[in-house]
């Protein structure tokens, strides 16, 4: 499951980033790691961005960054 699945108001724990070069390191410098837990807080109504809560940050993420974090 992707973190784009994910429905507002749940917390999932990162199992693992796809995608390669700039794109996974982009998504990494923003402290989203293996074994992180996101909260997801919001998405808009067409599903871009998404907005997150991460390590007690508030992000917005691109839905096409967030199909490569897969979560459980």
């Known amino acids: 499951m992707t ?3 994910i429905a507002c108001g749940k917390t999932v724990k990162v ?3 796809t995608g390669d070069g700039a794109v996974k390191r982009r998504i990494m410098d923003m402290g989203i790691t293996k074994g992180v837990e996101i909260f997801v807080r919001k998405v808009a109504p067409l599903g871009d961005p998404i907005e997150i ?3 007690g940050y508030e992000l917005s993420l691109r839905k096409s960054d ?3 974090i897969l979560v459980e």
Do not use: F, H, S
Request: charged fraction near 35%; charge should be positive; aromatic fraction near 0%.
């Open 3 to 5: 973190l784009k699945e």
């Open 15 to 17: 199992i693992k980033l």
């Open 53 to 55: 809560t991460v390590r």
């Open 66 to 68: 967030a199909q490569m």
